[in-house]
């Protein structure tokens, strides 16, 4: 659930900083690393960690 | 303060998501004890993560980043001598008798330990504390929307108290506790890109340094004077009154953060779960304290060309409170606005549900089953349990508006707290590891420290506060005269209670096993692998934190 959440506020950032042409890297950093702890949290959810 | 659709669909998946908890989490609810106490089934991690969570509440965080930009880096004294001592000696020495007992909740290890009356007397306190700082959190919130983002202060409360009371009606604690999960990630993740870019933006830490007074980056070094230092408090005061008598009344004793480490699925489990949990909450000031000094740093003179302010309130002096919205609105652009404002709201939410759900629990089990109805089926316990959720925020919500027609009632509120927290860690530890305390000693006792408290509040004054009786005393800082307070209630409670004691008769050896640390069998962990041993972690941790003290001398 909490990987889900991070998941999918990542992906309305990315869309965001590329639907408005955003040059701000820092929207870009963050989505980023939402993608890598929701991607981390569920991997960890389904292998049981 | 702007926000754009994407600001607003992350704060709409927020709320989907910690409802769908509520949701998922209900199936799993069959009984008074699934809904009140999870029955000790939550796993060691989320335990933790919920026991540090549930403090991060509006007070924590936003209260935290203006006391970084008011006293600076001194702020950390509530984390590296307040909470991480606290927090270990709760896993060390408390739990075993919190767990092993059995009681469900704290006032219910009082009426073991001591007799009902005092079990009565801390249950009624915790209940009512816990649901008016339900309501200010609840007004805080809203408040906090209304002045940065212009939205109604009606619709915010009732949307925001609706969403907390959906999942805690639904899944009660558990729901609660794994909200309180997904709320720590989204504030830590939410926060840390803003004190990484404001930090970048004011030059580093040593720019910071060369910006501001050396009083406002050194923890210790100024604190051997009052009058040097922002606090206005002598390292004495602070050592007793807050890394002692506040600290670990709250640490130890507060039933809002104790049931997260009483619901764990063992007893290494729940001794585990303070002792884990100080990992995180010793690098929390550089989420909640750093972007204060930050702040600051950043409206002197070099660095005034960054176009950073705090706001200016009515009288001239700056508007602290802001110090965190005013932040997030300077640095954060559209998209991450939203990840900002939603963690803002998850850490108002997380309060506030834990004190519902900490509320719920001792109303049901300590005041209405132990007084009123008893030895009925469990099934009327769970219906009371859901209808006391629903009450509790009901009233949160009646509190909201009166703190906000009467806003005094906040003050009030906190020193009433205040009055009542402060002695409550002398009855726990006369109780735990003194057998001849008892029950007449503790009650009385506290009732005599809680006065004690009103006493020193009425008869010294600090910041125009207190004095009511007479200002015999001035102290330079609330802050400073708020330890006071709590440090002569601890020890007026703690040797009335001796001396009570010692005139009444103390309850036979038989009834005490299990609840006083001298008769009770201690748990052994030797066999066990090094993360699961109490003793090392514990001293580990407390290394850590001795360096950390160091470092920001």
């Known amino acids: ?49 | 303060m702007n926000l754009t659709t994407a600001d607003y669909l992350i704060i709409i998946i927020y709320f989907l998501f910690v409802i769908a908890v509520g949701f998922i989490i209900k199936k799993k609810i069959r009984s008074s004890n699934d809904f009140l106490s999870s029955s000790r089934s939550i796993p060691l991690w989320i335990t933790s993560l919920a026991f540090i969570s549930a403090n991060l509440g509006a007070q924590e965080v936003i209260g935290m980043v203006a006391s970084g930009a008011k006293y600076g880096i001194m702020t950390v004294h509530f984390y590296w001598v307040g909470a991480i001592f606290a927090m270990v000696f709760l896993g060390v020495f408390m739990m075993p008798f919190y767990y092993g007992s059995r009681a469900r909740s704290v006032p219910e290890y009082l009426s073991l330990r001591f007799d009902e009356k005092t079990r009565g007397l801390n249950a009624i306190s915790f209940a009512v504390m816990t649901v008016f700082s339900s309501g200010i959190s609840l007004y805080a919130l809203a408040k906090m929307l209304e002045i940065i983002l212009h939205w109604d202060f009606d619709v915010s409360i009732w949307i925001a108290a609706g969403i907390v009371m959906i999942y805690t009606f639904l899944g009660g604690l558990t729901s609660a506790v794994y909200n309180e999960v997904l709320q720590f990630f989204l504030i830590v993740l939410g926060l840390s890109p803003l004190v990484i870019v404001a930090l970048q933006d004011a030059g580093g830490w040593e720019n910071i340094k060369q910006q501001l007074a050396p009083n406002m980056t050194h923890a210790w070094k100024y604190m051997g004077d009052p009058d040097s230092n922002p606090m206005g408090l002598h390292f004495m005061s602070l050592i007793f009154g807050l890394g002692f008598v506040m600290s670990f009344g709250y640490w130890c004793t507060d039933f809002l953060v104790v049931q997260r480490a009483m619901i764990a699925r063992n007893m290494n489990e729940a001794q585990r779960t303070p002792i884990v949990a100080a990992v995180p909450k010793m690098l929390m000031p550089l989420i909640v304290v750093l972007p204060g000094v930050i702040a600051i740093a950043l409206m002197q003179p070099a660095l005034l060309d960054k176009g950073f302010r705090i706001p200016v309130e009515a009288d001239g002096q700056l508007n602290y409170t802001m110090t965190l919205p005013s932040l997030i609105a300077h640095y954060y652009p559209s998209g991450l606005l939203g990840v900002g404002i939603t963690a803002l709201m998850a850490s108002f939410m997380s309060g506030m549900a834990g004190n519902v759900t900490a509320f719920n629990a001792v109303f049901t089990y300590d005041i209405y089953q132990a007084y009123f109805v008893r030895k009925r089926s469990d099934k009327h316990y769970l219906v009371v349990g859901k209808f006391i959720t629903i009450a509790g925020i009901l009233i949160s919500i009646l509190t909201a508006y009166i703190a906000k027609g009467f806003n005094n009632i906040n003050d009030f509120l906190q020193l009433v707290f205040g009055f009542v927290n402060g002695p409550l860690f002398a009855t726990f530890l006369l109780g735990m590891f003194w057998k001849r305390t008892t029950g007449h000693g503790a009650f009385w006792g506290l009732l005599l420290g809680t006065l004690g408290a009103a006493a020193t509040h009425g008869l010294t004054i600090a910041e125009g506060k207190g004095g009511w009786i007479a200002p015999l005393y001035e102290i330079k800082s609330g802050m400073g005269q708020a330890f006071i307070v709590a440090g002569i209630s601890w020890i007026v409670n703690f040797f009335s209670t001796i001396v009570i004691s010692l005139v009444t008769k103390p309850k036979p050896e038989e009834e005490l096993r299990g609840l006083v640390y001298s008769l009770t069998e201690k748990p052994s962990y030797r066999s066990s692998k090094w993360y699961e041993r109490i003793v090392p972690l514990a001293v580990a941790l407390l290394l850590a934190t001795i360096i950390l003290n160091v470092i920001f001398f």
């Open chain 1, 1 to 49: 659930m909490i990987g889900t959440f991070f998941t999918v506020i990542a992906i309305v950032l990315f869309v965001n900083f590329f639907a408005t042409a955003s040059n701000d890297m820092l929207s870009l950093y963050t989505a980023s690393s939402f993608m890598l702890f929701g991607l981390l949290m569920m991997f960890a959810g389904k292998k049981k960690i």
